[in-house]
């Protein structure tokens, strides 16, 4: 994913996000004023974003101070403004606790916020750090496009402010959600890495005037589909104002292809990846300690291969484990000329295409859009977005939001950076719901009635290849195997080897999605409605399929 997200508490962000996030994650001097060390760290002032600036007397794009962010993250969620508040109450002849009790935003809360960090894929980035200075703009512009994106989104669709017992009522925030956001230019290895962090208050207010807090839990589950919708959103928009196409490439084996921008050398990204190189490492020991492991029985823990979930903990581990000190920042000239330089030298690209990076992605864009026809099938994308989330999806159930995320990458994957119509995610995703998927919900909570909260499976079944999970009664293996209880372990978290673990192949996704998507082609004749979306966009019923044709390949997977 390109999006993370972490929890704010009121102490991180004393020890962390003052000191080292709001100045580029460097290291800010002790009793420096906040906008000097930004200066000095050579990144730009933090900007508030969001719908709900207006009832805390803020506008969208105004300068971050070091107060505000003391009242609304660091002091368990008080107004920005609470030291004038509360001074003001005082001076009204009202006593200290109802002075207090004006400047808070509600209840007191430990968590205060949300860190959301968005940064583009490598291919982008990369633009950016060898680009002119018009094109590093281009860049930044459609990276805060996509962000103001996802924020719309959340505020209109995800987040949702729990109250009464037990938090049964749940409401949207109607005047939105306040953030704080703030542009770093390098990663920790020092190589180029255009990102935000994007601080989200917990804090909104309800319709009856009164301040809660949004449902965090609701925002963890809503990360993929954020991270695909801004992947989605910021690669369109950098591919249509420099006219560039994107294009699949696979990073691993068996997993998903991600989006890049097609021109840019495979090489550049091997330049940059340093820092994933020596995660990749470490991840590769935590894994091989994972499938080994065994009990006192001998009997395997858990099953002999590794799913995404458990994969991207045990990245997040890794992470951790390697994790470099932070380096003194520089700021972005000195930045852009030493990647320049380190690239010629390091990187085995030719000084000519480092130079003329923009033109040869344009060129690579000119062949792509003669070749691939910007055409959304929905009525295939519905099978293709079905079949995916069944088959990756623990048990073959799924949520919506799974749905929707799957969409949005199908998108990406077809159109290679063209602009789409508003909705048409959703339109794909209300196909799937209604042709492909099963409602199995028995929910007896009031929370799974709610359209979010639906349980489907697929209509069809798909049959599954054998599987090598040992089961958990077996008689021990005789043989030595590398399950060995004696061999050492590395230092891992209590609790992070309880995993569920189901194999989730993606190249078997594939498969089923090329085979329903050849049954729904070659299926009798029905009447059909079109709909249409720069070319025709037909919608048709398609027929339930239980078993597996041979497969072809698949038109949703390679538009050309």
Request: glycine share 6%; proline share 7%; charged share 25%.
């Amino acid at each position: 994913m390109t999006m993370d997200i972490k929890l704010i508490t009121a102490g991180q962000m004393y020890r962390y996000y003052l000191r080292q996030v709001v100045v580029g994650d460097g290291r800010r001097p002790a009793r420096t004023p906040l906008r000097e060390a930004q200066e000095q760290a050579g990144v730009p002032a933090g900007r508030w974003m969001g719908r709900g600036l207006a009832v805390l007397g803020l506008m969208a794009g105004e300068e971050v101070t070091e107060q505000h962010l003391r009242n609304l993250f660091g002091e368990r969620g008080r107004h920005p403004y609470a030291d004038r508040i509360e001074a003001e109450e005082l001076a009204a002849g009202k006593s200290p606790k109802k002075a207090v009790r004006a400047g808070a935003l509600g209840y007191r809360v430990t968590v205060t916020g949300f860190d959301l960090v968005f940064r583009p894929q490598p291919t982008v980035y990369l633009l950016w750090a060898f680009g002119d200075d018009e094109t590093r703009r281009v860049i930044e512009a459609a990276h805060e496009r996509a962000i103001e994106r996802v924020l719309e989104w959340i505020e209109d669709q995800v987040e949702v402010i729990r109250f009464g017992k037990d938090g049964i009522y749940q409401v949207r925030p109607p005047g939105g959600l306040v953030a704080a956001r703030f542009r770093h230019y390098e990663a920790r290895s020092g190589m180029p890495l255009l990102h935000d962090h994007l601080l989200l208050s917990v804090k909104g207010q309800r319709l009856d005037g009164k301040w809660g807090s949004v449902h965090s839990t609701v925002m963890f589950e809503n990360t993929v589909a954020c991270s695909a919708l801004y992947n989605e959103t910021v690669m369109m928009e950098v591919c249509q104002a420099l006219g560039l196409a994107s294009e699949p490439r696979t990073v691993t084996a068996g997993r998903r292809p991600v989006m890049e921008i097609a021109g840019v050398p495979h090489e550049l990204i091997r330049w940059t990846s340093r820092r994933s190189d020596q995660i990749a490492a470490c991840r590769a020991e935590l894994e091989h300690e994972y499938v080994t492991a065994v009990d006192d029985d001998g009997n395997w823990k858990f099953a002999p291969e590794v799913s995404e979930r458990a994969r991207a903990k045990l990245n997040q581990i890794a992470a951790r484990m390697t994790r470099p000190p932070k380096q003194q920042t520089r700021p972005l000239a000195q930045l852009r000329a030493w990647w320049k330089t380190s690239a010629i030298l390091t990187s085995g690209v030719s000084v000519d295409v480092i130079n003329s990076l923009l033109e040869y992605a344009r060129a690579a864009a000119a062949a792509i859009r003669s070749r691939v026809a910007a055409v959304v099938d929905v009525a295939l994308a519905a099978v293709d977005v079905t079949a995916m989330v069944f088959v990756m999806n623990k048990d073959g159930f799924f949520h919506r939001r799974h749905l929707l995320a799957e969409a949005r990458r199908h998108l990406a994957l077809v159109l290679r950076g063209r602009r789409r119509e508003p909705g048409l995610d959703q339109d794909i995703v209300e196909e799937a719901i209604a042709t492909h998927c099963l409602d199995i919900s028995e929910s007896t909570t009031q929370r799974g009635h709610r359209p979010a909260y639906r349980l489907y499976t697929a209509r069809w079944s798909l049959t599954d290849p054998p599987s090598n999970r040992r089961p958990p009664d077996a008689a021990p293996e005789t043989e030595a195997g590398p399950g060995d209880p004696d061999t050492p372990r590395l230092p891992l978290e209590p609790g992070e080897w309880d995993i569920p673990r189901v194999p989730l192949p993606y190249d078997r996704a594939v498969i089923a999605s090329t085979v329903l998507s050849t049954r729904l082609r070659a299926a009798p004749a029905a009447p059909c409605t079109t709909t249409s979306w720069r070319t025709s966009r037909p919608r048709c019923p398609s027929s339930s399929a239980s078993r597996s044709p041979t497969p072809t390949p698949s038109p949703l997977r390679h538009a050309a």
